[in-house]
């Protein structure tokens, strides 16, 4: 085991939130100087999914946004406590997050709208008898026995239709298709949420955007310790050896392209390297108010390619094949609209009865794209003017002909899904879009770490045969976890930081709100209505 060195230099390989959040823990716990922490990042900024950028004249744009947890996220809260606010340097980002959530609370009364413009009544999950007995039956089944299966095949198609089924999986971006390991996984995590399914109650939101609110006060502060961030720097190849002795691979070169050239690090065996293995965001593509996003794939962005030889002949660091080569199974598509008046914003508050901010997605149960909508506290971007709104929504079947569009969603330009959205609430698209912007975006591999898989696809964070090289990301194992959190890419770089330098300190653990008596009560009585 490699042991804690003012000496050792570490190397990250992608600059999402993973490696930001090792890079910090190595230099708040693991007492290696910034200085000798570099991180390469192949787009010209950090954060992996967590972004945002745009303005008001041309129109803001996101490809998501994270459900955040008060009473879990047990090492994303840890982290952030100790990175001071842009805002305010004399507080914490974590602070800053709990104060604003003190004032702008989730409340929603609008869940779910049908085909009928109507809420239905989301007192009652919808569920029978038997709907309970196959969730109970699910949630007790060992992972092992589980396997690769997927939830169509634990759970009847009576369920998939149920008010239960539509708030759960368009908050977690769930499909019939994925994994039932997943499924049973983030029933386990969240069953305390389950209980406020219907308002989204104690979900916590940032004060601005993710990127503005977690990722640049992160940047800022790793900047501050030294940390060299190289951004346009795409990391090409990592070049192992295999020690006969002890049985294990070690880095001994790195190498990256930056403006057209090629360039070679030397790694030494008491050096780390920590690879962002796979990405959700991979070949995502921006359409326009005019263009719908081009369909590009991992043959077009190569994103997958150093993880796939990197795995090739050692089975203990992955299957990438498992969770790339379905984009129909895996994809969905996202959009953000800019407003220059408040009449959208203003109709929404009269047919949800939730102030921005205040509410959660709106579901379009009946649609075809299985469309959601949700309008956030504004404003959302640091510089975003007075007088201007943006809200964000998604789809999770883009390849469906829409309902008022005679089009697939993935051949949709901006203008194309305004009007699918007023088709839904009966807007007039003049009166309420005459001053929008919508920007579509296109994520073929959004999903990808919810395909179905057994316990030996994904890597540990260190594999059992490494001696210098991690993995940091959404494709890794950690148990009780669930991926699709900005928690799992935290939780996967301290467990990573941790063993590598041999790091005696706890871990936060995961809370285990599915032990509680309880909460299991209140989650039993709650499928009872």
Known sequence: MI???????????????????????????????????????????????????????????MRGGRMLCADIY???????????????????????????NKVVKTDAHARIINKNRAVPDLSSLGLSMHNRFELLRLLETSEEKLGNDRITDWLSPELLESNFWYMWITSFAFEPWHSAVEFKRYMHRFLKQFT???????????????????????????????????????????????????????????EYDFEGKTETIPISKNDLVFFQNGSMGDATSIGSMTSPPEHLTKEDSKGWVLWEKLAKGRPEFGNPAVFN??????????????????????????????????????????????????????????????????????????????????????????????????????????????????????????????????????????????RNLAFVSQFVEIPHDTVFTVEFSVRAAQMAVYELLDIDLEIPPITRHDKNLKVNLEAALRTLK
């Open 325 to 466: 080569s379905s984009i129909p199974e895996s994809n969905w598509e996202s959009f953000i609209v800019t407003l220059k008046d408040p009449v959208f914003f203003d109709k929404m508050e009269e047919l949800t009865g939730n102030k921005h901010g205040t509410g959660a997605l709106v579901t379009f149960k009946d649609s075809n794209w299985l469309l959601s909508v949700v309008l956030k506290h504004q404003r959302r971007y640091p510089q975003q003017p007075d007088g201007v709104q943006v809200f964000w929504g998604y789809s999770l079947r883009p390849d469906r002909i829409g309902d008022f569009v005679s089009k697939s969603m993935t051949d949709c330009n901006g203008k194309d899904i305004l009007k699918e959205i007023c088709g839904h609430l009966r807007f007039d698209m003049d009166e309420v879009f005459s001053k929008a912007t919508c920007i579509p975006c296109r994520m073929p591999y959004i999903t990808s770490m919810f395909m179905p898989r057994t316990n030996t696809d994904r890597p540990l964070p260190v594999p059992k045969t490494s």
């Open 74 to 100: 047990e090492c994303m809260w840890s982290l952030m406590k100790t990175i001071p606010s842009l805002t305010d340097p004399n507080i914490s980002v974590y602070d800053e997050t709990v104060e604003f």
């Open 3 to 61: 042991k804690n060195n003012k000496e050792i230099k570490a190397y990250l390989v992608g600059g999402g939130i993973g490696s930001m959040a090792a890079a910090a823990f190595m230099i708040r716990d693991g007492e290696i100087p910034g200085e000798n922490i570099t991180i390469y990042e192949a787009l010209p900024v950090l954060g992996g999914v967590l972004d945002a950028a745009g303005n008001a004249e041309s129109g803001y744009s």
């Open 196 to 254: 406020q399914i219907a308002t989204m109650g104690g979900i916590s939101r940032t004060v601005y955007n993710e990127y503005d609110s977690i990722v640049r006060p992160l940047e800022a502060w790793l900047v501050e310790k030294g940390v060299k961030i190289l951004k346009g720097h795409k990391v090409t190849d990592l070049n192992l050896d295999f020690d006969d002795e002890d049985g294990k691979w070690a880095v001994n070169k790195l």
